[in-house]
């Protein structure tokens, strides 16, 4: 884990923090990411990569358009460190963790991960809401950005008594070479 900053993301949570429950249900019934350790996890996707084999694979959910100019000041800030001349943001989403809930242990797949770099955005948190990663367990901070080594087992745990909201996004730099980092077969 690698802490990357402090962002600005007020205008973003104000956004946030107005979204219907009727639309994070709506968003979450249709989400690619549909997979048992996040049981207890709603997202409102972005971007997403349907493959998840090469991150420049990804397409456009229709929220895209209506909250990029949202999103990419912070996804923006948040890459400073990297330095990239060309970023390319292939996953963007919003993660809510319920309250007294959990994300089971777990690895993401090979395919876009060994291209990009998962950063989190904590937007709605609260010390109770904690993160394992890399044998730590740790809480990230509303407001700073976090690369997070998704191959390595990690898993997240929420005791407050509100739910927790990250921004999670990958980017990668793209002006690199696109020879398929997975093997088709």
Not at 8 to 24: G, H, M, Q, T, Y
Not at 108 to 118: A, Q, S, Y
Request: charged share 25%.
């Amino acid at each position: 884990m690698r802490d990357l900053g402090a962002v600005d993301i007020d205008r973003l949570l104000e956004a946030v923090e107005n979204i219907p429950e009727r639309f994070w249900a709506a968003e979450d019934a249709k989400k690619d990411n549909d997979f048992a350790c996040f049981h207890h996890t709603r997202h409102i996707l972005f971007r997403f990569v349907p493959s998840d084999l090469e991150p420049w694979d990804h397409h456009d959910k229709p929220m895209w358009q209506v909250w990029k100019r949202l999103l990419l000041p912070v996804m923006e800030q948040a890459i400073r460190p990297y330095g990239f001349t060309a970023p390319e943001y292939a996953k963007a989403m919003f993660a809510r963790l319920g309250a007294g809930s959990h994300i089971n242990r777990h690895r993401d797949g090979l395919g876009t991960n060994l291209r990009t770099h998962k950063i989190h955005v904590p937007l709605v948190t609260n010390p109770l809401a904690m993160l394992e990663a890399g044998g730590r367990i740790v809480h990230l901070e509303r407001g700073r950005a976090y690369e997070v080594n998704n191959i390595a087992p990690h898993a997240a745990q929420n005791d407050g008594t509100e739910d927790r909201i990250h921004f999670i996004f990958e980017v990668y730099e793209g002006a690199q070479d696109r020879t398929p980092a997975v093997a088709a077969e």
